[in-house]
């Protein structure tokens, strides 16, 4: 079953929006999804889907990027 959302791309934060609890709202439990990710850059929404049990694969452009992704998920 494959599950799409999409949002503008603002600041939740600053609409006074928790993005964790916008995201489960938006997606519902990711714990077993496949996801691609294109444009993952340093890889927060990738970490935080990876953290819940969805199977990631993240792409980027950017080289550095990547290498931090893979920095921060250690």
């Not at 934060?13 to 916008?22: N, R, S």
Request: overall charge negative; charged content about 25%.
């Amino acid at each position: 079953m494959a599950r799409s959302v999409t949002w503008l791309n603002h600041d939740l934060e600053d609409e006074g929006i928790k993005t964790d609890e916008f995201l489960c709202q938006a997606i519902g439990d990711p714990g077993g999804l496949k996801v691609l990710e294109l444009g993952a850059g340093t890889g927060w929404l990738t970490l935080w889907l990876a953290s819940r049990g969805a199977r990631i694969t993240a792409v980027d452009i950017s080289e550095r990027s990547l290498d931090l992704l893979q920095q921060n998920a250690a």
